[in-house]
């Protein structure tokens, strides 16, 4: 059986946001549909050393463990920055939105499942999403999303040692993936 076990020491989470959205409704027609929403998120974690084991696990006393030092690492699931940046236009029957989503390195999990039992760290990268819709009336919409635009790949790396060095792990392509979108209201 393995659980999750708290930790009796303290770690920190600190950081902040920045946030800009707004439509510039003040321009000419037909730009005045035009908009922005953009934020940024810097947030730093560290001091605590993370377990996915508890002591009575069969794993831990058979020394099928991490061999890093975890309190090293940030929390898991907590990237360094985020950001996104979105474009778009809404006025009368179209709606248009590009999106940009960022995301830096972050500790997938404190202990693979495989030899060496390292951390494994998914690599920062972004993607680029869109999408257009028309509204035929107050009925029917219709329209096409695209996912994945830029056709980014995810990567992961384990880490090593205590220096904090890493190695590849895994590589996953996505693929771009498109849908077209028929919405009906009654």
Not at 37 to 59: F, K
Not at 112 to 121: Q, S
């Amino acid at each position: 059986m393995t659980q999750p076990v708290n930790s009796d020491e303290t770690g920190s989470v600190q950081g902040f946001e920045l946030a800009y959205q707004q439509v510039y409704h003040f321009l000419p027609a037909p730009w005045d549909g035009l908009g922005v929403n953009a934020n940024y998120t810097y947030v730093d974690s560290e001091g605590v050393s993370q377990s996915t084991l508890s002591a009575t696990d069969p794993d831990v006393g058979s020394g099928r463990v991490a061999n890093v030092d975890t309190g090293l690492l940030p929390l898991q699931g907590l990237s360094e920055h985020t950001a996104n940046f979105a474009a778009f236009y809404e006025k009368g029957p179209l709606s248009m939105r590009l999106a940009y989503s960022y995301r830096s390195d972050f500790v997938v999990t404190v202990r693979d499942v495989i030899v060496p039992f390292a951390p494994i760290i998914q690599e920062g990268g972004g993607q680029l999403d869109g999408s257009f819709f028309y509204t035929v009336n107050d009925n029917f919409r219709i329209g096409v999303q695209g996912v994945n635009l830029t056709n980014e790949i995810t990567r992961t790396s384990q880490v090593l040692n205590n220096d904090l060095l890493t190695a590849g792990r895994s590589w996953f392509m996505n693929d771009r993936r498109f849908t077209v979108v028929l919405r009906a209201t009654f």
